[in-house]
């Protein structure tokens, strides 16, 4: 059976040539960064090379990039480390949990948070964002690009706010990284975070970019890794995979690798709403990462149709895979006004740099078919199909 992956915003497979800049550093090359002996200086130079290329994709200095686990622990640092008791906080309500609940914990630590709402296309409006700032606002944390939708938030203008309020902005651009050009000067922001996952890097490393002259309290103490930003041995292979994917996701922007993925994205979206009716897309209407679509097909319950797909070699998500395991439905769908069995009936499907047109061929082969297989076989869209 031919296997296709349409969940590379859950995670992405390791390029071939970031697992070969990786391997070496789980072998013969195994110092500690911080170590003054060559095997030492050998791995220091690997994090700064991967420090280098990180920075070039977002557009800043190396020295602005502190190395952490993963997007989570990125999100954290920020959002943990940029205020204090008493300070106001603005985010939005379709952030990830890595910003919606440490936001939750900053409430429970003597902060307010404002969740600021969004619209149907799960895009949040920036004059919202102005109207909440407060005498105490400290940081406003907006997500560049949702995990669910792939819609772009609008974080320059957002950057724009907080700039003339006097306020930190942190942006989690996990889902935006290696999918659109990121510029953190051109959007202002203190703080912007990304994961290797997401970008063909391994599980487990990210970074966080801090503005030069940011004060950000570590969320642990310990060494003084990372100028006293992240405490902790580096993760050499791993850093060394995020930098050689960074450079690797440069350098597809240059041949336009980005527009050919949207096409591809389209085609898929296109041909399914073309032969399923009731279907349609969340977040129609707004600008997304091109390799993103999220479709609902009414009467559908997507837990079934994610099994249904799986046995037949298709890999997609019917929510954040983050929470997978929970029943509920997905937070941003409910807070784009979706109806919980709407929200309950959607699929989202992913592209990644591995994707090739065969892939959305057979995808267009299974997708159109199964859900009216399984539309057949509920009893709610018969007796609707009766009564009509
Ligand atoms: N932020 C967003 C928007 C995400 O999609 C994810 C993961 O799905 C994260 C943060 C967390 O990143 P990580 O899995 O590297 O901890």
């Known amino acids: 059976m031919r296997r296709i992956y349409l969940d590379n915003n859950a995670t992405t497979p390791v390029l071939p040539q970031v697992w070969d800049a990786m391997r070496p550093w789980f072998g013969e090359q195994f110092g500690n960064a911080s170590s003054i002996h060559q095997p030492g200086q050998n791995a220091r130079a690997a994090v700064e090379d991967a420090r280098q290329q990180v920075a070039a994709l977002l557009g800043c200095h190396a020295s602005e990039i502190v190395f952490t686990s993963g997007g989570t622990e990125a999100d954290n640092l920020a959002v943990a480390g940029l205020v204090r008791a008493g300070d106001h906080v603005i985010t939005s309500s379709i ?24 619209d149907g296309r799960s895009l949040l409006d920036p004059d919202d964002v102005r ?91 310990g060494g003084r ?3 006293s930003r ?23 922007f240059e041949r336009s690798d980005d527009k050919k993925m949207a096409a591809m994205r389209d085609r898929l ?7 399923v009716d009731e279907a349609g897309v969340n977040g129609d209407g707004a600008s997304r990462v091109p390799n993103t679509t999220n479709i609902y097909f009414d009467h559908i ?3 079934a149709l994610v099994i249904s797909l799986d046995l037949k070699g298709l890999a997609v998500s019917g929510g954040a ?4 395991g929970a029943t509920e439905p997905s937070h941003v769908l409910v807070a784009m006004g979706l109806r919980g069995d709407q929200a309950r009936a959607s699929i989202r499907f992913s592209l990644g740099k591995q994707t090739v047109a065969e892939d959305i061929d ?17 009893p709610l869209y018969k007796k609707q199909a009766v009564s009509t």
Do not use: W
């Open 269 to 275: 979206q296109q041909a399914i709403l073309a032969q």
């Open 362 to 378: 057979a995808t267009l082969a299974l997708v159109p078919e199964t859900v009216a297989r399984l539309r057949d076989l509920s």
């Open 95 to 118: 952030e990830h949990h890595a910003v919606l609940l440490a936001c939750k914990h900053l409430e429970e630590c003597g902060c307010e948070v404002t969740f600021v709402p969004v």
């Open 131 to 221: 109207r909440a700032l407060r005498p105490n606002t400290k940081l406003i944390s907006v997500m560049m690009a949702n995990n669910e939708t792939g819609v772009l938030q609008p974080v320059e203008e957002i950057g724009k706010i907080a700039a003339e309020a006097g306020v930190c902005f942190h942006t989690d651009a996990v889902q935006g990284a290696g999918k659109v050009p990121i510029d953190v000067q051109r959007i202002g922001c203190h703080a912007l975070s990304i994961s290797g996952h997401k970008i063909h890097a391994p599980q487990g490393v990210g970074a966080l970019y801090v503005r030069k002259g940011t004060k950000i309290q570590p969320l642990f103490y």
């Open 321 to 324: 895979a983050c929470s997978s």
């Open 230 to 252: 992240r405490a902790g041995t580096e993760n050499v292979p791993g850093i060394v995979g995020l930098g050689k994917a960074a450079q690797i996701a440069k350098e597809a």
């Open 225 to 227: 890794h990372e100028r």
């Open 301 to 303: 319950d997507s837990e």
